[in-house]
């Protein structure tokens, strides 16, 4: 159990240097000499691997929801991974991944396995018109200083449960108030997630809330938007938070996570009173508590606006608290 919890502990400290686990596996395609492309997913979404089980399938049941298994007492939807992305598996659906993920849980059947690698973000390229389609969000260099060197497509899993399952949380009209009234006039909301049907998501949101945003696909791309910004406020003598009200950033992104931007912003004098939420389907009390490690002010898993909107509400209250305490001292 000590060891086990060593290898939990020492996964969840690669956040603090940019830094993942990938897991490598294969859809289809290929020959005997010549295997399919490689596939990849955050070890931190997979629950557990284990081989391929009957499955049943319910009445209703269309591609590329295979049917449900039960594990343990939980049945769990089985999606076909190589139907998603138009691969043929040579060898047939020999595993499956039970992965967690906005707070759901399903069963991606794969063809084989092949290991774990561990990465650095900035080894990770934004790529979403690659040979995956809509639903590779990115490319991962195993060999980042080969000329020519290994490529692996990672998945877009937001993407894959919004064509299985469409996610409606965020889409539907919802009942929330506006907080556009809570910051400066001319302020934005700066966001950043590399998948683009969270982004849409993520913009239906905030513009039921009534607040501006700029949207960005990668940490990194949204530390030089802030990095600009800045520099634009401070040749005009005006606070930055007088440009950006809040921060929404993923978790997960290519080139720079969302740790990492945390980080960056509050260790920098001219940012750091700026609000920061993590908006993640990476849940889990290990991700939450690295989350407040990395001075974030709030953290929401995807996806509803309820949710989001009290989040953000509560992060906005408290750099006014902190801007004006004799106010709201008052006020309280």
Partial sequence: ?????????????????NKFELLLFRLGGGSEEVPGELFGINVFKIREIVPMMPITKAAGTQSPVLGMVNIRGQVISVI????????????????????????????????????????????????ESS???????????LDSNVEGGQLVQVLDVEQILHITSPIQKMLKQT??????????????????D????????????????????IMTKTGKEAWEKLQSIAAESQRAGTP????????????????????????NVKSDTRLKSIPVVIHSSLSGSANEDHVRSVGADGYVAKFAVEELAATIKTAL??????????LHAVQA
């Fill in 131 to 141: 040979a995956g389609g809509d639903i590779v969000t990115s490319i991962a260099r």
């Fill in 1 to 17: 159990m000590d060891s086990f919890q060593k290898e939990i502990d020492e996964r969840t400290n690669l956040t603090s240097s």
């Fill in 175 to 192: 009942q929330v108030s506006s907080l556009q009234s809570m910051i400066t006039p001319g302020a934005i909301v700066l966001a950043a």
């Fill in 240 to 263: 930055i938070s007088d440009k950006v009200a809040l921060i929404l950033t993923d978790l997960e992104m290519p080139e720079m996570d969302g740790f990492t931007l945390t980080r």
């Fill in 194 to 213: 590399d998948s683009k049907v969270a982004r849409a998501l993520i913009e239906n949101g905030l513009e039921s809330l009534g607040l501006p945003y």
């Fill in 317 to 326: 209250q408290k750099k006014a608290a902190v801007a004006a305490p004799g």
């Fill in 80 to 127: 076909d991974l190589p139907a998603v992305a138009g691969c043929t598996p040579r060898t047939g659906l020999n595993i499956l991944l039970i992965t967690e993920y906005a707070r759901s849980t399903q069963a991606f059947a794969v063809e084989s396995v092949e290991e774990i690698v561990r990465l650095d973000w900035s080894q990770v390229l934004s790529a």
